[in-house]
């Protein structure tokens, strides 16, 4: 499916630690508001994701409803009203991987903020998104990996992690990647994919 990255100038995701109060806020947020897409569904462990994309006006009117809804059942969520390109193109799994001096590792306890670190981190840096992973095989965490020069990886992270910093698990930047670790960092990250389990 081609996507047109300039057709989403605003991206938000809800992450509710309950299915069925996740459901009922989707449904009110695209009844309220002419969102252009909704995604939704379940991440581990047992968590419901809600990302809805458009102009700014009507995905901020459906973040609204959708915190209405969830209240105590909302575990984290961001609006982005200028998302980065490369974080909808890694959303839709496109993926240009580029081996840079220094990977930066960004890990969360949320998927809402691993998408924070990514669209921070590509703004406010000279970086690729190598990988933005969310929640499944991951134990709901969200997973960022941000490659290029030393420096810019450096300058990505500090950003990332000043923004997540109440959802930040860990972060580290490697330099020099070794070459027999870089096809197991640019695979699916999955252990078993190696074993075809």
Not at 4 to 25: K, M
Not at 69 to 93: I, W
Not at 115 to 137: H, M, N, Q, T
Request: negative net charge.
């Amino acid at each position: 499916m081609t996507i047109d990255t300039a057709d989403y100038p605003a991206l938000a995701l809800l992450e509710f630690n309950s299915i069925a109060v996740g459901i009922q806020a989707g449904d009110a947020m695209v009844k309220r508001a002419p969102v252009d897409r909704i995604r939704s569904g379940t991440v581990q462990p047992g968590h419901y994701l809600v990302l809805v994309t458009g102009e700014v006006a009507p995905v901020g009117e459906a973040v609204d409803v959708g915190q209405e809804l969830g209240q105590s059942a909302l575990r984290d969520m961001l609006f982005l009203p200028n998302v980065h390109p490369g974080v909808v193109e890694a959303l839709t799994g496109r993926r240009q991987p580029v081996a840079g001096d220094a990977l930066g590792v960004v890990e969360t306890h949320s998927v809402a903020s691993a998408i924070l670190a990514a669209d921070a981190g590509l703004k406010g840096a000279e970086v690729s998104l190598l990988s933005l992973r969310l929640g499944d095989g991951l134990g709901g965490k969200g997973l960022t990996m941000f490659t290029g020069l030393v420096a810019d990886v450096e300058a990505a992270m500090e950003i990332s992690a000043g923004l997540c910093q109440e959802q930040l698990f860990k972060q580290s930047i490697i330099t020099q990647l070794h070459g027999e670790m870089w096809p197991n960092v640019d695979s699916s990250g999955r252990f078993g994919a190696h074993f075809d389990w």
